[in-house]
């Protein structure tokens, strides 16, 4: 057997292996009011990366990434149905907290700071064939723009084309940001269209939603 053909065969057993220590983790278990249940999704094969926030308690509940109402928003926006979202060869999952942080006065807690440290350079790693990350909300966009974010998130949203190819910024397909989605109606007429296009040529098998 040649090197390049064991490579091809140790990677997705790295990955179960590492998908396997991540699911055990229990490192800010003390700050989890229902306890560490981290959601990922990941296949060495997925050609987009989805970095949202952190689960909700639905998602909590059934350990199935975006099954919320913010999910059924996200598939629109993304133009793919059910099946395709959920296949982990196209589309890779890991928030940027993997389980669920608890509630505060204004929603949902951030997601826990001790988590992207801990795993989120390792899980890329094991990704070697994305040429797309989606970032959703402003904790994704902090950890992979850095510096190169705007001051705000509109204006990061408004600024995609600094940030092609390789990622697209996005606000939190939340029901709780409607008010957002009615006051910036160019995000639904430039924005949409750009990432159902980018979707379909980087996935060109994929379902589209109905
Ligand atoms: S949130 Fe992250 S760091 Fe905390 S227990 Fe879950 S997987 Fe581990």
Redesign the pocket.
């Known amino acids: 057997m040649d090197v390049k053909r064991k490579t091809e065969l140790r990677q997705p057993a790295a990955l179960e292996a590492l998908l396997a220590e ?1 699911r055990a ?5 003390q ?2 009011p229902l306890g ?3 959601v990922v999704r990941a296949d060495a094969a997925a050609r987009i990366l989805i970095v949202g926030q ?1 689960p909700g308690t639905r998602v909590h509940e059934t350990g199935i990434p975006w099954n919320d109402a913010s999910g059924e928003r996200l598939r629109q926006w993304l133009g793919v149905d059910d099946a395709t979202f959920c296949d982990a060869s196209q589309f890779a999952i890991i928030p940027m ?3 669920y ?1 608890g509630r505060g006065k204004s929603g949902d807690n951030p ?2 700071p ?3 440290p ?2 989120m350079d390792r899980l890329l790693a094991q990704l070697p064939s994305i040429a797309l990350t989606l970032l959703v909300g402003q904790y994704a966009q902090r950890h992979f723009l850095g510096a190169r974010r705007k001051p705000t998130l509109t204006e990061t949203v408004r600024a995609w084309r600094d940030y092609a190819p390789a990622f697209i910024p996005l606000p939190h397909p939340s029901p709780r940001n409607q008010p957002w989605f009615r006051q910036h109606p160019w995000f639904e007429a430039e924005v949409l269209p750009m990432l159902r296009e980018r979707v379909a040529r980087i996935l060109p098998h994929a379902n589209a939603s109905s």
């Open positions: 991540v983790c229990r490192a800010c278990a700050h989890l560490p249940r981290p952190a907290g993997l389980c942080p997601p826990r001790e988590c992207a801990l795993w």
